[in-house]
């Protein structure tokens, strides 16, 4: 198992999750920095992650869409705040419109990865801060509703399995 | 993902509820503020006896609470802020156990290469 522990604080708004690879830092380091590694695990196999901007530096920008099933595309960004190579990264992320642009009444979360070499293996903590109670039941509110059309579109399916052939 | 737990015949009734898009809507609002019925009338180009029959729907399903203060009714969303946070913060939580999963395999794709 790589995840070690994780850890949820709702009065702190915090979240924060300790894994450990089989891997050494600069290894693990890649699946960050290398822009095709990091597309092949950030969105999951049914929402993809495409990165069209991905500056790998302080101050740096990144901004990707996730393709869902029906070709829907929902959007991300990134501002890059430290850069320490095979030690730590933090970034600034949000939702973007369809145009790319940050999105701001969803607000943004500050993540922070550290890498830690335990002789050959790496422990990786990645912690991501939430600004406010409201930007969380705001994003509760939308992933509600995603859950909701997803429930929906199942049902849809279903009823379309008993369809006469 | 929808984390309630409820029996069949309220499925019917949470799906049906959730069916419309101004219903949707005013969940969306009333868990963040609560709203007065005539506050929530004012936010679309309906009558207040519609939206009212709206919040009734979603009253039946257990989606939003009406509570009379005065002469106005306050609809709130039912699921408390502490709650709404820990549901956020766990399905956060899913997302990165996938993700770290998906790491995992990446990293050993390269033992495999080295054999």
């Known amino acids: 198992m790589a995840v070690i522990s994780t850890e949820k604080d709702t009065d702190a708004l915090?979240?924060?999750?300790?894994?450990?690879?089989?891997?050494?830092?600069?290894?693990?380091?890649?699946?960050?920095?290398?822009?095709?590694?990091?597309?092949?695990?950030?969105g999951p196999p049914t929402w993809p992650a495409t990165f069209e901007t991905y500056e790998f530096e302080e101050g740096g920008r990144a901004a990707y869409f996730m393709t869902g099933p029906d070709g829907e595309k929902a959007r991300g960004w990134w501002r890059i705040t430290a850069v320490e190579p095979h030690r730590l990264l933090t970034f600034v992320d949000g939702f973007a419109d369809e145009n790319g642009d940050p999105v701001p009444d969803m607000g943004e979360t500050t993540a922070t990865v550290t890498l830690e070499d335990l002789g050959g293996r790496t422990r990786m903590t990645m912690t991501t801060a939430f600004q406010s109670l409201e930007q969380l039941e705001q994003m509760a509110a939308m992933g509600m509703e995603e859950g909701v059309r997803e429930a929906l579109g199942q049902v849809d399916a279903l009823l379309a399995e008993d369809a006469p052939v | 993902m929808v984390v309630v737990q409820v029996g069949e015949d309220e499925v019917d009734r949470l799906f049906q509820a959730l069916a419309d898009a101004t219903r949707r809507d005013i969940v969306s609002r009333v868990l963040v503020a609560e709203y007065t019925v005539s506050g929530l009338a004012e936010q679309y180009a309906m009558s207040f006896a519609a939206v009212q029959k709206h919040v009734a729907v979603l009253e039946r399903a257990s989606l939003v609470t009406k509570e009379k203060r005065g002469r106005e009714q306050i609809v709130r969303g039912r699921v408390d802020a502490v709650q709404r946070a820990r549901r956020l913060l766990d399905e956060y939580e899913?997302?990165?156990?996938?993700?770290?999963?998906?790491?995992?395999?990446?990293?050993?794709?390269?033992?495999?290469?080295?054999?």
């Open chain 2, 94 to 115: 899913h997302i990165w156990r996938q993700r770290i999963d998906r790491i995992g395999d990446l990293l050993a794709e390269d033992a495999s290469d080295q054999d």
């Open chain 1, 14 to 42: 915090h979240f924060r999750l300790v894994a450990e690879f089989d891997a050494g830092t600069e290894r693990v380091w890649r699946i960050w920095a290398d822009r095709t590694q990091l597309q092949r695990w950030w």
